[in-house]
């Protein structure tokens, strides 16, 4: 009994002694911790206001409203987790080396490993938007598809500027991406994927305004509730290529020079 | 006379100290204070196998990773085919066939197949070439009775051959091997070897850059050889000049004498 217990505790002290390398990682689960909190309180003052029905745009329900928020948050996941999913999956399978003497540079090999990820997203909002038509009652009959496709398109060239970066951190410090929880946490905070930005303290509401989620939910939730033409989504629009202008080309920046580091360093395939 | 396959000028490797905690924030920008290799220097040319040796810790693998565009250099220069590794790392890539001497190291949920497959094409080869380059190195490594299987269920030796053939398909110019034929039976690694003198070394007239501390191997397929020893270069030369610097007939007991390793 008493050697059993021992195994017990040696098993947790090795899991702590790992832990203390990673000590970032437990102080980004307490902010995180935080955003979940924070944001649950505004859905409830939300919920509870007597004046839910006005603060909702398009005079739709707050079914419709939730829905496209949590299917379009779906895709900013999906950004940054991929790429750091990928290089996590190479370091573990210790096939990064492999694949970083190869003829492709690690931008398009992280790039091609977006395409899987972004279908099933694809496949999950559809599945989603299906679920809602079917069994609940949700109306898309006056929606812009074209609007809505459009938007997706620039949201996702915006969110895979956030991924790049993201990855970066994850390539110089293997665990515990701050860029990745602290972006996911602002951004079901105050983007409004729950509630309209509009019921938020004055600081978030500019916050929000930061985000590139909150243009897509925007964009999205006029497109396909709405029915908004192009004409009415050029402001979302355009807020989304500006985000992705600037992202882009800083995240391919930022990531070369994170590989160039671990090349300086010697730790690009630790893990 | 055409530029040399492999040229390093006073090459130099340091590494920052591991840290840890929150000091693991500044590790990206922490100063390079441990040596792995400096002053190397050597000329490889084209159609040579050379062997690089030394005990465990010699620099033997930091200098292979460093020629495979793994490592930036801490200072000195080194060259592929007259390409700088540093500065035109995406062309030596287009150049080098390396294998790090890992078995695990391909997608444990893919075939040996799929896995060559996905290599060949991030090397740019078509889907006839890579037909026609799989036949050829199935025959030679063995490889059709597991090509089909998940590699999670192949052995050490399987995933060796596996391996071996991914850094052999796209034909590069340049082979870097990190102890090829460790985890081989005997039977495969001298069929291994044999491909590599005679196919890859005497017909293709590929470049053969190659740690190991299997002697046999050595002198089965070295012209020349790189003698490592804490980070330096300690000799390079044929063989028999090797053994003529120790004063010994044996080529194991004159590393061991070059070395001071008894």
């Known amino acids: 009994m008493k050697r059993a217990l021992r195994k017990l505790l040696t098993l947790f002290y090795r899991d702590l002694a790992i832990a203390r390398g990673y000590r970032s990682a437990f102080v980004l689960e307490i902010f995180e911790a935080l955003f979940a909190v924070a944001t649950f309180y505004y859905l409830s003052r939300f919920i509870e206001s007597p004046q839910l029905s006005r603060v909702l745009p398009q005079g739709r329900n707050y079914f419709a409203f939730v829905l496209i928020g949590f299917a379009l948050f779906d895709y900013l996941g999906v950004a940054l987790d991929s790429f750091d999913k990928m290089l996590e999956d190479a370091l573990q399978n210790r096939v990064l080396e492999a694949l970083l003497v190869t003829r492709t540079s690690l931008l398009t090999i992280l790039s091609g490993s977006l395409l899987y990820p972004f279908l099933t997203a694809v496949l999950r909002t559809l599945i989603y938007l299906a679920w809602g038509v079917v069994l609940f009652g949700f109306s898309l009959s006056g929606a812009n598809w074209l609007g809505a496709i459009i938007v997706l398109l620039v949201s996702v060239l915006a969110f895979s500027g956030l991924g790049i970066l993201s990855a970066s951190y994850l390539l110089l410090y293997k665990r515990g991406n701050p860029a990745k929880w602290i972006l996911l946490g602002i951004s079901a905070l105050a983007s409004g994927m729950m509630y309209p930005v509009s019921v938020l303290p004055g600081y978030l509401q500019f916050t929000a305004r930061l985000l590139p989620i909150t243009y897509s939910l925007d964009g999205m939730r006029a497109a396909l509730l709405g029915g908004a033409g192009l004409l009415a989504l050029r402001s979302e629009i355009m807020a989304l290529l500006t985000f992705a202008a600037i992202l882009i080309p800083l995240s391919f920046f930022v990531f070369s020079w994170a590989l160039q580091r671990t090349r300086v360093t010697g730790t690009l395939t630790h893990i | 006379m055409g530029c040399p396959a492999i040229l390093a000028e006073n090459l130099a490797k340091y590494f920052p100290p591991a840290k840890s905690g929150w000091r693991a924030l500044a590790q990206p920008f922490a100063k390079q204070r441990i040596r792995a290799l400096a002053g190397i220097s050597f000329s490889v040319e084209c159609g040579e196998a050379i062997a690089l040796v030394g005990v465990n810790g010699a620099g033997k693998s930091t ?125 495969s690694a001298v069929a291994f070897r044999r491909y590599l003198k005679n196919e890859i070394i005497g017909r293709q007239r590929a470049t053969l850059l190659f740690a190991s501390h299997d002697i046999s191997e050595v002198e089965e397929l070295a012209d020349r050889i790189i003698l490592l020893h804490q980070g330096q270069l300690r000799m390079f030369g044929s063989p028999r000049a090797l053994c003529a610097a120790a004063q010994n007939n044996g080529l194991e007991a004159a590393i061991r004498a070059l070395t001071g390793a008894g």
Do not use: W
Not at chain 2, 102 to 124: D, H, I, K, M, P
Not at chain 2, 165 to 174: D, I, K, N, W, Y
């Open chain 2, 63 to 187: 200098l292979l990773r460093l020629l495979a565009t793994l490592l930036h250099p801490t200072s000195g220069h080194a060259q592929v085919c007259g390409v700088d590794v540093a500065t035109k790392a995406a062309l030596v890539r287009t150049k080098i066939g390396y294998d790090a001497g890992v078995e695990q190291s391909f997608y444990g949920r893919l075939t040996g197949r799929q896995n060559l497959r996905l290599f060949a094409t991030l090397n740019g080869l078509s889907r006839q070439e890579f037909a026609d380059r799989i036949e050829r190195l199935s025959e030679l490594l063995e490889l059709s009775p597991f090509l089909d299987q998940q590699t999670r269920t192949c052995s050490t030796g399987m995933l060796r051959r596996l391996s071996l053939a991914r850094a052999l398909l796209h034909s590069p110019e340049v082979l870097l091997l990190d102890e090829p034929t460790r985890s081989l039976d005997s039977a």
